[in-house]
């Protein structure tokens, strides 16, 4: 699947408005005040208009929402506390489905007073009522990608980001379109740089666990993924630049001062809850450090704001889209899930190991002893394994959407009835471990998208932003990078099983996922 849409397709999402200033070739520098400008000219897409029809008939027996969103300020506040620390993000929402009997109900999200306006959500846990989130003809996507708050645009040069566009928005179909230019013209130096980066990876870990005992796969993946993104896609090492090693630590910092609102980050929880959860770090504090990732992309990109313009894109807002595309979608996609890929592939045991080792290493000698898209092709256990940790354990498990109108909402059970302008969470780990849905729900079955009867049920792996069987679109909301993201994470796993017959791992806890420590490295014997 990966290779039959990589040329269209790229692993960034989204990003802003037309900008009022005028395209300039210098480097401009980043912090300006946040735009409010409104738009004038028409769509450059195709978008339905919004209707005024009465609501969709459902065969199903209507109910009323239950739940409620408790008194201003406190029962927000009260909500944050259960969802942090009283009870957890699971059992926050375990509990109120036992509660009120129904998948769909009324609560509130972080990060509420007072940072969020508005915390009041329709909930929606399970997988028929989930992909309602991706209809963009019923849900407006616009300054919802991080839920009931958005960070400020000062994080983003004073632009709002592809994330945050909804298709409706001229800048959203100019600006995907440059993702999947930028992803169709350097296909093919992925593979070839994702085994350079990631053999050296390995030789790290090895290193270390020769030393310690035991190896940290996290900082080491960081580097990694850095070095990879911006080698296959810009051409550019930057080890050999002013940036240095430097990538990752200013990434993840820069990442914390958008969404620190609605992390846990293991502190005291008065500190925590005090300093993070209701009130917003100051932008100011991190602008040097995107100065430089800024100036790092300007000048690795050079051919790709060329694009930019013909598209209609200045070069300034074309490169705060690249960087946060690259740093906040791939990057950061590529630090939580391949700890997670690792996680559960770990735990499954030796059998499964042995399994995906044999099976690899015989379609890559077929290939000539090359690993190629058509090599992977061959690999169907590979391929149902990352789905399968894509079902289980989504890289972006929250997902947002406000009613665009009157609409009636199913779930299994029940209709309810939605108003316009109501916002809609779905947790998507919910939705795809739905044991209406899937056998075995909650475990992890390696094999459980293989032969025909298995991809049928690819239309309910959801992590992209849409369906599995569906394909990024200018029209949709659908992660540019679908593609990208899943070859990566197939290139993972047959870069591990080519060097090792098998791993062992200890997992701990990290807020972006999981912590991942190699004990053990067996090094390929067949």
């Known amino acids: 699947m990966a290779s039959s849409t990589l040329s269209s397709s790229s692993p960034f999402l989204q990003l802003e408005f037309p900008s009022t200033r005028k395209p300039s070739k210098s480097r401009p520098s980043f912090f300006v005040p946040p735009i409010r400008a ?155 740089e994702f085994h350079s980066s990631y053999t050296q990876l390995f030789e790290t870990l090895e290193k270390e666990l020769a030393q310690k005992g035991k190896a940290i796969f996290g900082d080491a993946n960081d580097q990694a993924a850095f070095n990879f993104l911006t080698r296959s896609l810009y051409g550019s090492n930057p080890g050999d630049t002013k940036l240095g090693l430097d990538g990752p630590k200013l990434v993840q910092k820069w990442v914390l001062f958008q969404l620190s609102p609605i992390l846990k980050l293991g502190l005291p929880k008065l500190i925590e809850d005090s300093m993070i959860h209701s009130f917003r770090l100051p932008p100011a504090l991190i602008k040097k450090d995107y100065q430089r990732l800024y100036d790092f992309f300007y000048e690795s990109s050079g051919f790709v704001l060329d694009e930019a313009e013909r598209l209609g894109v200045s070069r300034e807002e074309a490169c705060h889209n690249l960087l946060f595309a690259t740093c906040f979608n791939s990057f950061g996609g590529m630090k939580i899930f391949f700890p997670n890929v690792l996680k559960w592939i770990g735990r499954a045991g030796v059998k499964l190991h042995t399994q995906l080792a044999r099976e690899i290493r015989t379609a890559v000698r077929s290939a000539g002893g090359n690993v190629t898209m058509a090599a992977m092709e061959q690999m169907p256990l590979m391929k149902s394994v990352v789905y399968e940790a894509f079902r289980i354990d989504p890289p972006v498990p929250l997902q947002f959407g406000r009613a665009k109108r009157d609409m009636v909402i199913e779930s299994h059970e029940h209709a309810f009835q939605v108003k316009e302008g109501e916002m809609l969470f779905g947790y998507q780990p919910f939705a795809t471990k739905d044991p209406k849905i899937f056998d075995r729900a909650e475990e992890f079955v390696g094999d459980r998208f293989v032969g025909a009867e298995g991809e049928k049920l690819l239309k309910h792996v959801l992590w992209s932003n849409g369906p599995e069987t569906e394909t990024p679109t200018v029209g949709n909301k659908q992660c540019a990078g679908k593609d990208f993201v899943t070859l990566v994470s197939r290139l993972l796993i047959v870069e591990l099983f080519l060097r090792y017959d098998s791993f062992e791992i200890q997992v701990g806890y990290s807020p972006l996922g999981s912590s991942i420590t190699l004990t053990s490295l067996k090094r390929a014997s067949f």
Request: net charge positive; charged share 25%; aromatic share 12%.
């Open 38 to 192: 409104s738009v004038s000219e028409k769509p450059s897409i195709s978008v339905p208009l919004r209707s005024v029809a009465a609501p969709e008939a459902s065969k199903l027996p209507i109910r009323k929402i239950p739940g409620d969103c408790g008194i201003p300020f406190i029962g927000p506040y009260k909500d944050r506390l259960d969802y942090f620390y009283n009870q957890g993000r699971d059992e926050y929402f375990k509990s109120r489905i036992q509660k009120y009997q129904s998948t769909v109900f009324r609560t509130n999200m972080p990060p509420g007073p007072f940072i969020a306006q508005n915390p009041n959500v329709i909930v929606l846990l399970d997988g028929k009522s989930f992909p309602i989130l991706f209809d963009v003809t019923k849900v407006d996507k616009r300054d919802v990608f991080t839920g009931t708050f958005m960070p400020s645009t000062e994080l983003t040069g004073g632009y709002r980001v592809l994330s945050y566009l909804d298709p409706s928005e001229p800048r959203h179909g100019q600006l995907k379109r440059l993702m999947f230019f930028l992803l169709k013209s350097r296909r093919d130096q992925v593979i070839p």
